[in-house]
């Protein structure tokens, strides 16, 4: 961007005036590669363009004017970091959401000489990206536009949550269906359904308010936008906003009286602006929720950039919030005005946060009054069968907020004899290694469970329990004794050990599993006779090679059970 600057300022950093362009157009006299060819082309502009040279920077952009009596340069890199000037920094897409001209990812690595390292990563687990669900209460109640006198509510518990099987975080909010709310009258069959729902057993509990606040700033004193269109909050008879009701409470209603015995709430789910301050994250914490939503990354391809890509969370103050991967359905649907249908689009943007980066899971996020209409439970029956194909490893919103949580406390360094010891790893399961810097040595290591390359990165699982120390190697080959390493699953390791006999396991996820083991170390070659073989607790199962030293197992099962990988 720009900012004003005196002569002194522009000398220490090496800058030089030059005569502004006044009306000569511009022609370009140098374009790195990296520039005008990433979200936005170069177009040629004068206006705001800062007077400057940069006599001794490796020169991004350079241009002249067309008498070739003044040089700028727009972009470059130098001894002391990198610049890159308004307006060629960012433009809009016929959209109008900002694009960046260069690629952001080569102008700050080079800029900020950043090598590459290992960097945690919550978008993949065990080789395979991640699948989240998770539904806010909002329309509980609505009735659906189906045959019968159904609730939203109890479409998607039938059509959604008994059918697929996922793992789901379901929340509700308590002034919607319970007795001090707006139905009470109603409360008693409310609650019931809400009994059953939270009695499923992929289906974990979470809150999302008592009055579902609009405007969280209410609480703290922070500015708020007009009310007028949704309120503060939702208009119960008789409540005055407390931030200790809206989250200590209604947890407490949710755990003792819709929660089975053994199954309190895990998660707190932002209503609203999902904006809390510092002191409504505090309380969640405190309570040993995990808390989600906020943020707002989406798009489909006729309007996307990475400026639509929103960070995992946010700091405030002490607390961290952590965002939704993804935006919700209502936003798919022009805030719930249609096409109800609309959610459908939000496959484009999962596409999009996979290719040429991975920069997020598959996060199917909704409200129950997506079950009110034919055409938003159709869209969410399109979203989940994309998202199964996908080859993906679900987890519940807790898990992934867990990971979440250690990625912002993870620490990495380099020993001297070049390994990378990694910390707080135990709630981090996934490094994101660039090629260059090699793959796992799975001996050297320490709670390193092996690798699978996607694109132009390496994902390391790493052990959920033991201490990590990673060490990479740069081309040489697997030892003829290396053991077998884990390429990927589509569930969570609970149990992963090498001994003289093999590899003693246990895999547990939702899907019926699937294990891909790279078998290099044990000296046979594809097409060859199989190396090992999968014992659980139904029998032996045989794999099948699908690729070079790489086999697949396939059980009916979702967990191994105490299992053994043996090989020859």
Not at 161 to 186: D, F, N, R, W
Not at 219 to 245: N, S
Not at 268 to 275: E, I, K, N, Y
Not at 525 to 542: E, F, H, R, Y
């Amino acid at each position: 961007g720009n900012a004003p600057v005196d002569a002194h300022c522009l000398d220490r950093l090496g800058f030089k005036l030059q005569s502004p362009p006044g009306q000569q157009p511009l022609a370009v006299v140098q374009q790195h590669a990296r520039v005008g060819r990433f979200e936005a082309p170069l177009r040629l502009r004068r206006i705001n363009l800062p007077p400057l040279r940069h006599p001794a920077a490796e020169v991004w952009l350079q241009l002249q004017t067309a008498d070739k009596t003044s040089v700028y340069d727009a972009m470059g890199v130098t001894s002391w970091g990198g610049f890159a000037f308004h307006p060629y920094l960012l433009d809009r897409n016929p959209a109008r959401t900002p694009a960046w001209i260069p690629d952001p990812y080569a102008l700050l690595s080079a800029a900020l000489r950043l090598a590459p390292l290992p960097a945690p990563d919550v978008t993949t687990e065990n080789g395979r990206r991640i699948l989240l669900a998770h539904i806010d209460g909002d329309g509980f109640v609505s009735r659906a536009e189906m045959p019968g006198d159904l609730l939203a509510a109890e479409v998607i518990e039938n059509q959604v949550l008994k059918h697929y099987g996922l793992p789901h975080t379901v929340s509700i909010i308590e002034g919607e269906i319970g007795a001090q709310g707006m139905y009470s009258q109603q409360a008693p069959r409310y609650e019931a359904v809400a009994r059953r729902i939270f009695g499923l057993d992929r289906v974990e509990i979470a809150s999302h308010t008592f009055s579902h606040p609009f405007y969280w700033g209410i609480f703290d004193g922070r500015e708020v936008p007009d009310t007028t269109m949704y309120g503060a909050h939702m208009k119960i008879p008789g409540y005055q906003a407390d931030l200790g009701r809206e989250i200590r409470g209604s947890v407490a209603y949710i755990n003792e009286r819709l929660a089975p015995a053994g199954k309190p709430v895990k998660v707190f789910l932002w209503s609203g602006d999902a904006a809390p301050g510092e002191e409504a994250v505090r309380l969640t914490r405190e309570l040993g929720l995990v808390n989600v939503n906020g943020g707002d990354t989406r798009g489909t391809r006729d309007n996307f950039g990475l400026t639509n890509v929103w960070p995992t969370g946010i700091r405030l103050g002490r607390e961290l919030q952590l965002y939704a991967p993804v935006m919700n359905e209502n936003l798919y649907t022009n805030l719930w005005q249609g096409p109800y249908y609309g959610f459908r689009d939000a496959i484009e943007t999962f596409e999009l946060l996979e290719h040429p980066r991975r920069l997020k899971p598959i996060n199917i996020y909704y409200h129950f009054y997506s079950g009110s209409k034919l055409g938003a439970l159709d869209a969410l029956h399109k979203l989940y069968e994309w998202a199964l194909a996908q080859g993906v490893n679900p987890l519940y919103l807790s898990d992934y907020a867990m990971r979440a949580q250690g990625m912002y406390r993870f620490s990495l360094a380099r020993d001297l004899a070049g390994g990378w010891q990694v910390r707080h790893g135990q709630q981090v399961r996934t490094l994101r290694v660039p090629l260059s810097l090699g793959e796992p040595d799975v001996q050297a290591s320490t709670g390193i469970l092996g690798s699978t390359v996607v694109g132009s990165v390496r994902y390391v699982h790493l052990h959920p329990e033991k201490p990590q120390r990673l060490v990479l190697t740069a081309g040489a080959p697997i030892a003829g004794n290396a053991p077998p390493s884990l390429v990927a699953t589509n569930a969570q390791v609970r149990k992963w050990q090498v001994t003289d006999a093999g590899v003693d396991l246990q895999l547990a996820g939702y899907l019926p599993l699937e294990v891909d083991i790279d078998v290099r170390g044990q000296g046979r070659l594809a097409g060859a006779a199989l190396p090992c073989t999968l014992v659980t607790p139904q029998g032996k199962i045989q794999g099948g090679w699908i690729g070079k030293d790489v086999i697949r197992f396939k059980l009916k099962e979702t967990d191994t059970g105490a299992a053994r990988l043996v090989c020859r």
